[in-house]
């Protein structure tokens, strides 16, 4: 129920026949205080007048709840469960811009659904997974190296794998288990989503074990390695958890090239 006082200056009274109001509205009692919503307006019907909002109201996108985290096919049937074939429906979004397919059974709600920004990096968390974002796309967002990433390379478990989707590509290199839980932090998106990404020291850690042919016998090497290779400012390394660096190498994964980054923080 409406109070006098709900009406702002955006409802325009209209004397309108009961006959022609109850074409848009339903029978009601004009007497007392309705809303009702018909063709995108919004309806008030107040003491034998009729009100029309100047503004119109958009009915949600049943997508929207979604926001920018990643789907499934299964998901999807089960909110289109009423129709006859949920698989046409979710092919049909896709047609139409509004669903974005990661991968096979994969998908994401298009920005223009819930006008948000995706996330890449939690886009990459539920790709494929466990795994956590790492080497030049994490040393990229902690402003470590100035050149910017067109892959976005993850650690995992699993084996090794690549995607490529309208989003961007996206590569995972496996690891040992007892190496890929080292260095692992929680990044909160919006206070109420989050990704997994290496830190800064598990992430140059990963940079030079993967490296086949990257040999480093001195701290001098790794000085150079780092400057002139990958572009990093030394003096950003000073405030490194070291401690990080050693737990990687008592895995034995490139001893004696972590061994001079070791030093090297030292």
């Given amino acids: 129920m409406l109070s006098g006082n709900s009406f702002a200056t955006n409802w325009n ?53 979604f926001g920018i985290i990643p789907i499934d096919f299964a998901t999807l049937a089960s909110v289109f469960e009423g129709y006859k074939s949920p698989a046409d429906k979710v092919a049909s979004l896709e047609k139409k811009g509004e669903l974005i397919r990661l991968k096979k059974g994969l998908f994401v709600v298009s920005p223009q659904v819930h006008r948000q920004a995706l996330s890449v990096e939690l886009i990459a968390n539920h790709l494929y997974g466990p795994s956590y974002i790492s080497f030049e796309k994490a040393l990229s967002l902690y402003k470590l190296i100035p050149e910017r990433v067109h892959t976005t390379r993850s650690m995992t478990i699993k084996r090794a794998r690549n995607f490529t989707n309208p989003i961007g590509n996206f590569e995972y290199v496996t690891a040992t288990t007892d190496y890929y839980r080292i260095g692992i932090r929680t990044k909160v998106i919006d206070s109420k989503l989050a990704y997994l990404i290496a830190s800064p020291e598990k992430a140059l850690c990963d940079m030079i074990i993967t490296s086949k042919r990257l040999r480093l016998q001195s701290v001098k090497a790794m000085q150079t390695y780092l400057e002139e290779d990958l572009r990093i400012d030394v003096s950003a390394i000073e405030v490194f958890d070291a401690d990080v660096v050693k737990q990687c190498i008592e895995t034995g994964k490139k001893r004696t090239e972590l061994l001079q980054l070791y030093k090297l923080l030292n």
């Fill in 13 to 65: 009274p209209m004397i309108i026949t009961k006959a022609f109001a109850n074409v848009l509205t339903g029978a009601c009692d004009y007497s007392n205080i309705c809303t009702h919503n018909r063709n995108n307006y919004d309806y008030v019907c107040k003491n034998n007048y009729f009100y029309i909002s100047f503004r119109t109201t958009k009915p949600m996108n049943i997508l929207e709840q």
